[in-house]
Every structure is written in C-alpha cells, then in structure tokens.
C-alpha cells in the first residue's frame, strides 16, 4: 500500500528556515498538501506543493515537489509555528497522511 | 465563513456501532466533497472516506467493510457509521471539506473533532 514517509522531529532555531521531507513511490506524480496541527487543536491546510495557501497563512510556508519527495520549508521559523505537521496525498483516490513531524522551534 | 461540527455519542461499547454527524453551518453542502478522519490519541492522522453532495462515496480501504458515509442536504449534514467497533477504534474523529479548487483536493476546512472511547 501507498505510504508517506516523513522524519519524526525538526529542530530549529528562530528566525531560522524549517524543511520537512514526505517521502512515497511516484510521490512526483501526485499532488500533496501539509496541514499544522497545535497540541489539542484541529489540524488547518497550510500550503499545498504549488505554494497554494489558503487566505490567512503566512508566506513564510512554500512547499515544493522534486522526484518522490515533497518539502514543507518554513523561512525565518517563529515560536508560534512549533507543531505537528502531516503531508497528504491521494493515492487512486484514496487519501493517505505522512507519519508526521514534530517541529521544535529551540 | 463554512463551519463545521461533529456531534455524537462520546462512548461506545465493543461490537457496537459507532454514529457521528457533521453540520454544516455557513455555506451548502452542495458543490463539495465532506470527508471523515480520525486520530488515536497519540497517533497521527488516517483518512476514513468521503462522499459527495450526490451521495457519491468512496471508502479507506482498510475500514471499507465497516464504514458508511451518508449526507443529507435538506439538513446541511453528513454522517458516519462505524460497524463492531473495538478498542482500536478509539480516536478524535475530525469531519473535514475537501475542496477541489486545489488541483489535487485539500481538506481546507475541518471541525473541531471530537472523542470516542470505545470501552465497555
């Protein structure tokens, strides 16, 4: 079965930039999306892999999409962006997460 | 602005059937595809199924032979159903739009998820 594959924890210092990898088979060939989520809250849509963000998200997020890997990258990382993040991606119509990174802002 | 609200039992027993709906405040249900995911406390997200305003549904694979999303439009609502639950059916249970203005559809709106124990 189809699986995205990302690193358990980031670290980074603020003000710093922030790269998260997702990683699947012929990830290059599909369309992914990363959602934030905080500790106890819903998870919110940040950026999509064509640097598509909904209204309110800081372009401080980018995604970008090379090969079989997609990469969230938070430029000048700030306090308020320490989070949970999971890619997504449809894989024959069916959706699938990335195991999730936690991001620490040190 | 499209809000979302899941409402429904907080337990379940074992082998039971596990009910939610999701209301749809804001906006019509017409027009987009409504998903259900869940997360283990603990645990990250997995993805249920969705269905359209049409009734229109497509399953996880892994949960197909127990779930059943249904919508009704007269109420701005969809539902789920999870057939003999058990322990591992515990989670925070999120609805969600997927949006298809988002070339390869995103989950741009979600509720605020809410908790089932399944526990005897």
């Known amino acids: 079965s189809f699986e995205l594959t990302q690193p358990p924890s980031v670290s980074v210092s603020p003000g710093q930039t922030a790269s998260i990898t997702c990683s699947g088979d012929?990830?290059?060939?599909?369309?992914a999306c990363w959602y934030q989520q905080r500790p106890g809250q819903s998870p919110v849509l940040v950026v999509c892999?064509?640097?598509k963000r909904p209204s309110g998200i800081p372009d401080r997020f980018s995604g970008s999409n090379s090969g079989n890997t997609v990469t969230l990258t938070i430029s000048g990382t700030q306090a308020v962006d320490e989070s949970d993040y999971y890619c997504?991606?449809?894989?024959?119509?069916?959706?699938?997460f990335g195991t999730g990174t936690k991001v620490t802002v040190l | 602005q499209v809000q979302l609200q899941e409402s429904g039992p907080g337990l379940v027993k074992p082998s039971e059937t596990l009910s939610l709906t999701c209301t749809v405040s804001?906006?019509?249900?017409?027009?987009?595809?409504w998903s259900w995911i869940r997360q283990p406390p603990g645990k990250g997200l997995e993805w249920i199924g969705y269905?359209?305003?049409?009734?229109?549904?497509n399953y996880n694979p892994s949960l197909k032979s127990r779930v059943t999303v249904s919508v009704d439009t007269s109420k701005n609502q969809f539902s789920l159903k999870v057939n003999s639950v058990t322990a591992a059916d515990t989670a925070v249970y999120y609805c969600?739009?997927?949006?298809?203005?988002?070339?390869?559809?995103?989950?741009?709106?979600w509720g605020q998820g809410t908790m089932v124990t399944v526990s005897s």
């Open positions: 012929k990830l290059g060939d599909k369309y």
């Open positions: 269905i359209y305003h049409t009734g229109s549904t």
């Open positions: 969600a739009r997927l949006n298809g203005d988002y070339p390869g559809y995103a989950f741009d709106i």
């Open positions: 804001g906006g019509s249900i017409s027009r987009y595809f």
């Open positions: 997504q991606a449809w894989d024959s119509s069916t959706g699938v």
């Open positions: 892999q064509d640097n």
